[in-house]
């Protein structure tokens, strides 16, 4: 890849990565109940499970998505029933002091599972290979953009694991903690917005 390709990439990577969606509500989240060392495994699921996704869509899961196009539908759907039930779950949850604050954060196999109902996750992914991976690239360029993408997704999404963490500093009221839980929670369904609002159309 040329280097203002890859310098282009690394923006879009880190923009991406960065902005608010399902994943990092959900880190936010866990940060606070659970801390940043037991948050670690989910932030490395979420990046070692987008970037095998990214090659999977580069290696032609795109095309069947194209080819069976209630495949793609029923997994929007499906991706919007789990959100929903973890938005519950977190809002729901008890507080930091509380049974191994609100029972256990997610693990690396569950986060790494997760990007493949994740809205957010897909439409990065597809518009990673779209846009920077060209047709001729080879599949070497697939593997560059994945790691990459990695690379940029782990820190990105770990600074949202550390202001969780610091609020735990300044959220010592368990009904403070209940009311953030339930703001992340409520952002998390406002994430889904696209996603429905499309299905609707």
């Given amino acids: 890849m040329p280097l203002d390709v890859v310098l282009a990439f690394l923006t879009y990577a880190f923009v991406t990565s960065i902005t608010p969606g399902p994943n990092n509500t959900m880190v936010l989240a866990s940060g606070l109940n659970h801390g940043f060392g037991r948050t670690v495994p989910h932030v ?5 499970g987008f ?9 032609g899961i795109g095309r069947l998505f194209l080819a069976v196009p209630w495949l793609y539908e029923a997994l929007r759907w499906i991706g919007a029933a789990y959100l929903l039930w973890l938005a519950w779950k977190i809002a729901t949850a008890g507080t930091m002091d509380g049974e191994a604050a609100a029972g256990r954060p997610m693990n690396f196999w569950e986060a790494a599972a997760f990007q493949w109902v994740n809205p957010k996750a897909w439409i990065m992914a597809i518009g990673a290979i779209a846009a920077y991976a060209p047709v001729n690239g080879g599949l070497g360029t697939i593997v560059i953009v994945a790691v990459l993408f990695a690379l940029v997704n782990a820190p990105s999404v770990a600074v949202w694991a550390a202001f969780g963490t ?5 959220l010592t009221d368990p009904r403070y903690v209940r009311i953030f839980n339930i703001v992340m929670a409520a952002l998390l369904v406002l994430s889904l917005q696209p996603l429905l609002w499309d299905g609707a159309r």
């Fill in 166 to 170: 610091t609020l735990r500093r300044w």
């Fill in 51 to 59: 970037a095998v996704m990214v090659l999977a869509v580069g290696f």
């Fill in 44 to 48: 490395l699921g979420i990046s070692c």
